[in-house]
C-alpha cells in the first residue's frame, strides 16, 4: 500500500492520559499535515511539516499537542493530559511541493475516545 | 478570513438521475478549489481540483464541477447517480497566497441515492 497510513485506527484512553499517534506519509512527499475532524464538521487544520521542520501552528493546538516529524519521514502527533474535548478524529495528509499536482492525500484518520 | 460554505447537510437523489452539491467560498484573491469524498471508516478521497483554465472540471469517478467566480460558487455535479455514490462530500479552499497550502474545508455534505 503506497498510501498515507495511520497507527493506530481507533484510541480509547482515560481523560488526562497521555496519547500518541503516527502517521506515515507517501514516501516521496515533503509535506505532512494533521487536520482534527469532530462529528458534524470538516477537517480543521492544526500544523504541518516541510520536511522535518514545523512551520504553522493552529491555534487549536493547544500546550498540550506537539508533533514531530524526525527525519522528515513519519510523523508522530502527542496529547497530554487529554480532555473529553479532545475525542475527534485526527486526519494525516502529505503532499509533494513543487510539481503541478500538489493536492493532498489522506489517511483513514485515528479515531479517538477520551472517557 | 477564507471559509467555505456547503448549504445543504444532505441531499438525497434517486439512481441515474443528476445529482449537484453545493459549494460556496469566500477567500481574498483566486483560490484553488477542491472536493473530496468519505466513506464510512475511510479517509478522505480526492475527487476533483481547480487551478486555473477551463471553468468546468472533470474528476474521478464521473464527477465535475464547475467554478463559477462571480457567484464564488464551485458546485460538484454528476449526470447520473449511482448508489454507490452515497457518501459525506467535502469542499475545500486553499488561498493561493498561502505558502502552507493548507485546506479549509466545509462542513461537508450527505449524498444519499437511492436505489
Known amino acids: 500500500d503506497t498510501g498515507v497510513s495511520q497507527d493506530p485506527r481507533h484510541k480509547i484512553t482515560k481523560r488526562g492520559q497521555n496519547v500518541t499517534f503516527r502517521c506515515d506519509p507517501i514516501?516521496?512527499?515533503?509535506?505532512l499535515y494533521w487536520y482534527r475532524q469532530t462529528l458534524g464538521q470538516g477537517p480543521e487544520f492544526l500544523t504541518y511539516f516541510q520536511n522535518e521542520a514545523q512551520l504553522e501552528k493552529s491555534r487549536l493546538l493547544s500546550d498540550r499537542f506537539s508533533a514531530e516529524r524526525p527525519k522528515g519521514s513519519f510523523s508522530t502527533l502527542e496529547i497530554q493530559r487529554t480532555e473529553q474535548g479532545d475525542s475527534a478524529m485526527y486526519l494525516c495528509a502529505s503532499s509533494l511541493i513543487g510539481t503541478l499536482n500538489t493536492e493532498a492525500f489522506f489517511g483513514q484518520g485515528t479515531r479517538l475516545t477520551v472517557v | 478570513a477564507q471559509s467555505v460554505a456547503q448549504p445543504e447537510d444532505q441531499v438525497n437523489v434517486a439512481e441515474g438521475n443528476p445529482l449537484t452539491v453545493k459549494c460556496t467560498y469566500s477567500?481574498?484573491?483566486?483560490?484553488?478549489l477542491f472536493w473530496y469524498v468519505q466513506y464510512p471508516n475511510r479517509g478522505l478521497q480526492f475527487l476533483l481540483k481547480?487551478?486555473?483554465?477551463?471553468?468546468l472540471v472533470k474528476g474521478s469517478y464521473g464527477f465535475e464541477a464547475e467554478f463559477n467566480k462571480s457567484q464564488t460558487s464551485f458546485h460538484l455535479k454528476k449526470p447520473s447517480a449511482l448508489v454507490s455514490d452515497s457518501a459525506l462530500y467535502f469542499c475545500a479552499v486553499r488561498d493561493r497566497m498561502d505558502s502552507s497550502y493548507k485546506l479549509i474545508f466545509g462542513s461537508g455534505t450527505r449524498l444519499l441515492v437511492r436505489p
Open positions: 477567500v481574498s484573491g483566486n483560490p484553488y
Open positions: 514516501s516521496e512527499h515533503n509535506r
Open positions: 481547480y487551478i486555473t483554465g477551463d471553468n
